[in-house]
């Protein structure tokens, strides 16, 4: 079988249940909550900061998602029967190398910008959930973005923006032992050359982590999260590489993308029409606090000003300690 052919049958196999790039006009509304001092340096700077998740609060989501798929490649047995011995410990020792090199080098420079579907039932008011979570506890904003423009006039090959998925452990679990069975058969019937299961390796490797990438437990799914993933092992061309920096903060210093839609090209459009409003947190929503926002933009973003709202919800603090 000609090398491109083996590749496609492998291929669909591995991605037929991946999502696929979201289409022009068929995003919802996504909302980012995060602090107030934070939309004033997005202001400020026309940047979106993305995060390492190696330092983010579901850093578990990543590390089992790939400790599970590295386990799992080791251990199945349909795998192990599928091709002759030294075919799988090629592929074994190919996929060991791959999961050291990424642990090691390329994890740190994989960059998360997380946000939550904004149905139109959610309104001005934001979700609970989010406010608690991530809106500095209602004392927060949300910026609701419409990311279509920005899909319709540029996909870049770095640039992955998918919905996560929720599973519980018992799932992932059962997806990585169906996935991998369905690969090994196809490994058995396409009779894959020993100098084709690196390659091989580094398919199956890919979608092990573009799974862990976009999936999370289940009890994360009142978030509806959306997420925009930076891999820098994609953009060949060094497209956004240039945008690498780091920030310091309460955990210290860490890596980060500082990613400004300009360095996408002339066609990427300004981050001034992909804002939809900016929408005052619970406890935050006072007639001073408005207007002080709206004065903050007027000096850094003017064509945000006018879009500044406030959740009407009725928000309890959470409290901090136990007596």
């Known amino acids: ?177 169906g996935k991998l069975a369905n690969f090994a058969r196809a490994l058995a019937a396409l009779r894959v050359p020993l100098e084709e299961m690196a390659a091989t390796a580094e398919e199956l490797f890919e979608r092990i982590k573009l799974f862990a990438l976009f999936t999370k437990h289940r009890g994360f799914h009142e978030e509806r999260e959306w997420r925009m993933v930076y891999l820098r092992e994609r953009d060949r061309e060094g497209v956004l590489a240039q945008q690498l920096n780091y920030a310091i903060g309460p955990r210290g210093i860490e890596p980060r993308l500082r990613f400004a839609v300009p360095a996408l090209g002339t066609d990427a459009p300004p981050l001034d029409a992909l804002v939809e409003r900016v929408i005052l947190g619970p406890v935050l929503a006072t007639p001073l606090s408005l207007r002080s926002t709206r004065r903050m933009l007027e000096i850094h973003r003017p064509a945000w000003a006018t879009r500044v709202v406030r959740s009407t919800t009725p928000y309890r603090m959470q409290r901090r300690g136990s007596h």
């Open 1 to 177: 079988m000609p090398d491109h052919e083996l590749r496609e049958a492998l291929s669909a196999v591995l991605w037929s249940d991946m999502q696929p790039p979201p289409s022009a006009g068929g995003l919802p509304l996504l909302a980012h909550y995060t602090s107030i001092a934070t939309l004033e340096r997005i202001a400020e700077t026309g940047e979106l900061w993305f995060s390492n998740p190696l330092y983010m609060n579901d850093v578990d989501e990543l590390r089992y998602g790939m400790t599970l798929g590295l386990e799992a490649v080791r251990t199945h047995a349909g795998l192990r029967h599928a091709c002759p011995p030294d075919h799988y410990n090629e592929l074994l020792d190919a996929f060991g190398q791959l999961y050291t090199a990424f642990d090691d080098e390329s994890a740190f420079d994989v960059y998360v910008f997380s946000c939550s579907e904004h149905g139109p039932g959610i309104g001005d008011d934001g979700l609970l959930s989010m406010w608690r979570g991530y809106g500095s506890d209602g004392n927060g904003i949300a910026i609701v973005f419409d990311f279509n423009e920005l899909v319709a006039r540029t996909q870049p090959a770095a640039l992955l923006l998918r919905q996560v998925q929720y599973h519980s452990y018992e799932e992932s679990r059962a997806w990585m032992d």
